[in-house]
T-cell receptor, first 117, second 111 residues
Framework: EAGVAQSPRYKIIEKRQSVAFWCNPI?????LYWYQQILGQGPKLLIQ????????DSQLPKDRFSAERLKGVDSTLKIQPAKLEDSAVYLC???????????????FGNGTRLTVT | EDQVTQSPEALRLQEGESSSLNCSYT??????LFWYRQDPGKGPEFLFT???AGEEKEKERLKATLTKKESFLHITAPKPEDSATYLC????????????FGAGTRLFVKA
């Protein structure tokens, strides 16, 4: 089984520039998540999709962050304009079906490390 | 609000020196408590899911236990390759069933 694919692995941009991250989840996984992990901290949920609909985006800074999941498969996360405090690792994860009683664990990609200078 | 607190922040062990990592949590209706391992430069890797108090799961040198307020990850006779950050997460039955992570415990095992 192929894992969660993310690209790029690293990105360095200047503040006020824009950046986009891409994620391809495990085939057949209905639920897709974007997490932000700042150095030394645990992952923080930004947005959660069930198929191509948004389930939770309460922690997404909507004035600068946006995300979409086209056709319920791949997803992109965009930041425009970036701030210094956006420097972090952006992790994508997927799970079989978040709302099943016997919910499955999250499977993570290796993330994109963003540095904003 | 759902919350996860892990302790200690860092733990240094000699090879073969057994110990435990703690995860304290508050959640509205626990759907599951998860343990993950994270190596530098990698995404978290799933280890265990625990669903109810009293449950235990084992995998090689790791054993996870669960009470109504906390979970422990016991490491028996650790090896240097067990060095990693161990993350605890909980999923409650409110707010879209979000999975909330703790800050993790960084484990260093010296040969």
């Amino acid at each position: 089984e192929a894992g969660v694919a993310q690209s790029p692995r690293y990105k360095i941009i200047e503040k006020r520039q824009s950046v986009a991250f891409w994620c391809n989840p495990i085939s057949g996984h209905a639920t897709l998540y974007w997490y932000q992990q700042i150095l030394g901290q645990g992952p923080k949920l930004l947005i959660q999709f069930q198929n191509n609909g948004v389930v939770d985006d309460s922690q997404l800074p909507k004035d600068r962050f946006s995300a979409e999941r086209l056709k319920g498969v791949d997803s992109t996360l965009k930041i425009q304009p970036a701030k210094l405090e956006d420097s972090a690792v952006y992790l994508c994860a997927s799970s079989l079906d978040h709302f099943r009683t016997d919910n499955s664990p999250l499977h993570f990609g290796n993330g994109t490390r963003l540095t904003v200078t | 609000e759902d919350q996860v607190t892990q302790s200690p922040e860092a733990l240094r062990l000699q090879e073969g020196e057994s110990s435990s990592l703690n995860c304290s949590y508050t959640v509205s209706g626990l759907r599951g408590l998860f343990w993950y391992r994270q190596d530098p430069g990698k995404g978290p890797e799933f280890l265990f899911t625990l669903y109810s108090a009293g449950e235990e799961k084992e995998k090689e040198r790791l054993k996870a236990t669960l009470t109504k307020k906390e979970s422990f990850l016991h490491i028996t006779a650790p090896k240097p390759e067990d060095s990693a950050t161990y993350l605890c997460a909980v999923q409650g039955n409110t707010g879209g069933f979000k999975t909330i992570f703790g800050a993790g415990t960084r484990l260093f095992v010296k040969a």
